[in-house]
């Protein structure tokens, strides 16, 4: 596609609840980031894929996050059992190798 | 690890002025130097960006100096138009590798007419 497309961009779950977020990203693109941004601050770091290769998930803040790119190309991050603290926008963004990231719009995520 | 202030947090400007952002950090070893725009409801776009073997760099409008000495660099948007409101993020990080990026808190820009 033309960009990084991401879905729902929009969901409210109940506490406890599971979710997924999905992002395609540009075609060709092998490397895929994961970003969570809270209200009024910049983004930050989740995790990273170069193709289907999870290189870096240092950032996901526990383990009920969770995200794969099976094929290399869309990926899922699951968010299990919500919590309130996990309301942000998440940002999935795409880059070529020593190219700019490109975003997506977001998927906003609101926990009740 | 890397440390990045950005200030200040709004900037209120009269259309046709000046607009400067600045930012801060703390690893000398950072040598990429992005700023993204984010508008409302879209993910951040880059805009501008510098190497740390350059002090300066312009396109149109906009421009970026860096002082590597004192770490910090800044924003400079002249002539400012009601697009240019959004929220502007510097960020600082290693150049080969972008998700290694850390962004500052992020400027709400608003333009007056």
């Known amino acids: 596609g033309a960009g990084v497309s991401q879905s729902p961009r929009y969901k409210v779950a109940k506490r406890g609840q599971d979710v997924a977020l999905r992002c395609d990203p540009i075609s060709g693109h092998v490397s895929l980031f994961w970003y969570q941004q809270a209200l009024g601050q910049g983004p930050e770091f989740l995790t990273y894929f170069q193709n289907e290769a999870q290189l870096d998930k240092s950032g996901l803040p526990s383990d009920r996050f969770f995200a794969e790119r099976p094929e290399g190309s869309v990926s899922t991050l699951k968010i299990q059992r919500t919590q309130q603290e996990d309301s942000a926008v998440y940002l999935c963004?795409?880059?070529?190798?020593?190219?700019?990231?490109?975003f997506g719009e977001g998927s906003r995520l609101t926990v009740l | 690890g890397e440390n990045v202030e950005q200030h200040p947090s709004t900037l209120s400007v009269q259309e046709g002025d000046s607009a400067v952002i600045k930012c801060t950090y703390s690893d000398s070893a950072s040598n990429y130097f992005p700023w993204y725009k984010q508008e409302l409801g879209k993910g951040p776009q880059l805009i501008i960006d510098?190497?740390?073997n350059v002090g300066e760099k312009k396109d149109q409008r906009i421009a970026v100096t860096l002082n590597k000495t004192a770490k910090h660099f800044s924003l400079h948007i002249t002539e400012t138009q009601p697009e240019d409101s959004a929220v502007y993020f510097c960020?600082?990080?290693?150049?080969?590798?972008?998700?290694?990026?850390?962004w500052g808190a992020g400027t709400k820009l608003i333009i007056k007419p």
């Open positions: 963004a795409s880059r070529e190798q020593g190219s700019e990231l490109f």
């Open positions: 960020a600082v990080g290693p150049w080969d590798s972008n998700y290694q990026l850390i």
């Open positions: 510098i190497r740390s």
